[in-house]
Nanobody, 116 residues
């Protein structure tokens, strides 16, 4: 079955960095658009970054542009989110998402907490 397993979350001070990883299995990874979402309790799940297939075109939420970088390694079936200069408002559960019509798969999430 399809699995998306996130890792790399944790507690970090403002200005610090984390790299999230999402390892995929059970799907043809290279054919899926990969996305990172985040969600705080009581709020909507918002798209943070996406990376497409083939040329790997990327898109970012305005709030993270210039600080976060999404990348993928199709040989390892893994997508990454490098997060630099973290701010308290980045605190959220981060979810990996794989999308290719008609499919839409989600990981279980990894918590990122930015606090001094």
């Amino acid at each position: 079955q399809v699995q998306l397993v996130e890792s790399g979350g944790g507690l970090v001070q403002p200005g610090g960095s984390l790299r999230l990883s999402c390892a995929a299995s059970g799907l043809t990874f290279s054919t899926y658009t990969m996305n990172w979402y985040r969600q705080d309790p009581g709020k909507e799940r918002d798209l943070v970054a996406s990376i497409g297939t083939f040329g790997g075109m990327t898109n970012y939420a305005d709030s993270v542009k210039g600080r976060f970088t999404i990348s993928r390694d199709d040989a390892k079936a893994t997508v990454y989110l490098q997060m630099n200069n973290l701010k308290p408002e980045d605190t959220a559960a981060y979810y990996c998402n794989a999308r290719k019509v008609p499919f839409n798969f989600w990981g279980q999430g990894t918590q990122v907490t930015v606090s001094s």
